[in-house]
């Protein structure tokens, strides 16, 4: 048991899934909580069995669907320990998962998230080929704007979108979700808000085994989140709600670093053209990055110029990257 520690297990209907889910986790924590989305199944026979079993596991039953995301909110307000992860109803960790990312807590306190490596399978074929690295990127950057940059941008793969599933500082995850959220991406919404106060690590040594649901289709994932159905309408106002949300987080990661150039501008087209464009709230907001598109074509011209050679390139690349 690893005192300083509360995982959250979010269940809804996992019957075969959520008593490996339970066992892989209890021992690696000082409180477990379940909460149980009013499932129809045998999911809260199952967990009223291991309370049993467990000392330091807790069982609560909601008495409607509220929605994955309303019920993470729901278990966030019972943690009190500094580290706490969430945990899928249907997923399991191995034996050393939280003491090996905890310990890249304690030896880094200018990270704010340690994740594992993603090794999905299939509840009817077991494991299925994993990769062998994470796509991390600038996650461990030390410059805020390059960490946030990359989430926004969608440089995370598919394995490395399931950090949101490693071990957080309980202080600033706080800061980082709330109700007001979008429903669209809400574990990226996290992820760079968290990057933003620091960088997060990843260990290849620490494992999340997540099931793939190959049948999950884009209404089924909104309904688990939000317990309501969506129309096509909804699902792209949740999408530019999305847009917009992260390009606060990419402005506010800018300004915080005196960082005036085009790149916030760049993440803001990716972000529109992917998700739906959305409306600036201030048209002069955009001044700025146009002058540093100028400068920079000059400083292309320059450097390609005959007798260019002199200029420093060392300031160029900086310029380049915001610093």
Same mark, same amino acid.
């Given at each position: 048991?690893?005192?300083?520690?509360?995982?959250?297990?979010?269940?809804?209907?996992?019957?075969?899934?959520?008593?490996?889910?339970?066992?892989?986790?209890?021992?690696?924590?000082?409180?477990?909580?379940?909460?149980?989305?009013?499932?129809?199944?045998?999911? $809260?026979?199952?967990?009223l069995r291991l309370v049993k079993e467990f000392s330091n596991m807790e069982y609560f039953r909601q008495p409607d669907n509220i929605g994955s995301k309303a019920n993470g909110v729901f278990l966030l307000s019972l943690v009190e320990t500094p580290y706490f992860m969430f945990l899928g109803g249907h997923d399991y960790l191995n034996s050393t998962y939280v003491k090996t990312l905890k310990d890249l807590l304690d030896k880094n306190p200018d990270v704010v998230l340690a994740g594992g490596r993603n090794i999905p399978f299939r509840k009817d074929y077991g494991p299925c080929p994993a990769s062998d690295s994470i796509r991390s990127g600038f996650?461990?950057?030390?410059?805020?704007?390059?960490?946030?940059?990359?989430?926004?941008?969608?440089?995370?793969?598919?394995? $490395?979108?399931?950090?949101?599933?490693?071990?957080?500082?309980?202080?600033?995850?706080?800061?980082?979700? &709330?109700?007001? /959220?979008?429903?669209?991406?809400?574990?990226?919404?996290?992820?760079?808000?968290? *990057?933003?106060?620091?960088?997060?690590?990843?260990?290849?040594?620490?494992?999340?085994?997540?099931?793939?649901?190959?049948?999950?289709?884009?209404?089924?994932?909104?309904? @688990?989140?939000? *317990?309501?159905?969506? &129309?096509?309408?909804?699902?792209?106002?949740?999408?530019?709600?999305?847009?917009?949300?992260?390009?606060?987080?990419?402005?506010?990661?800018?300004? *915080?670093?005196?960082?005036?150039?085009?790149?916030?501008?760049?993440?803001?087209?990716?972000?529109?053209?992917?998700?739906?464009?959305?409306?600036?709230?201030?048209?002069?907001?955009?001044?700025?990055?146009?002058?540093?598109?100028?400068?920079?074509? @000059?400083?292309?011209?320059?450097?390609?110029?005959? $007798?260019?050679?002199? /200029?420093?390139?060392?300031? /160029?690349?900086?310029?380049?990257?915001?610093?």
């Amino acid at each position: 048991m690893i005192k300083g520690v509360t995982i959250c297990i979010l269940v809804y209907n996992e019957e075969h899934g959520v008593e490996k889910a339970i066992r892989s986790a209890a021992d690696q924590c000082e409180r477990l909580i379940v909460s149980d989305n009013a499932s129809s199944d045998r999911t $809260g026979e199952i967990c009223l069995r291991l309370v049993k079993e467990f000392s330091n596991m807790e069982y609560f039953r909601q008495p409607d669907n509220i929605g994955s995301k309303a019920n993470g909110v729901f278990l966030l307000s019972l943690v009190e320990t500094p580290y706490f992860m969430f945990l899928g109803g249907h997923d399991y960790l191995n034996s050393t998962y939280v003491k090996t990312l905890k310990d890249l807590l304690d030896k880094n306190p200018d990270v704010v998230l340690a994740g594992g490596r993603n090794i999905p399978f299939r509840k009817d074929y077991g494991p299925c080929p994993a990769s062998d690295s994470i796509r991390s990127g600038f996650l461990d950057s030390h410059c805020a704007f390059n960490r946030v940059e990359f989430i926004a941008k969608d440089g995370l793969n598919k394995d $490395g979108c399931f950090i949101i599933y490693g071990l957080h500082r309980m202080e600033i995850f706080r800061r980082c979700f &709330d109700e007001q /959220i979008p429903t669209c991406g809400c574990d990226l919404i996290v992820l760079a808000k968290e *990057a933003a106060f620091g960088r997060i690590l990843i260990s290849m040594e620490a494992e999340y085994y997540s099931e793939t649901r190959i049948a999950d289709t884009q209404d089924e994932y909104f309904h @688990r989140i939000t *317990a309501r159905r969506l &129309d096509s309408k909804d699902m792209h106002r949740e999408m530019v709600e999305y847009a917009k949300y992260m390009y606060s987080i990419v402005k506010h990661a800018a300004r *915080a670093k005196h960082l005036i150039a085009l790149r916030p501008f760049r993440t803001r087209m990716h972000l529109s053209v992917k998700y739906g464009s959305f409306r600036r709230e201030n048209v002069l907001d955009f001044l700025p990055y146009m002058a540093t598109y100028i400068a920079e074509k @000059r400083f292309c011209t320059i450097r390609q110029a005959p $007798g260019s050679e002199s /200029i420093n390139e060392s300031f /160029i690349n900086s310029f380049r990257e915001g610093q």
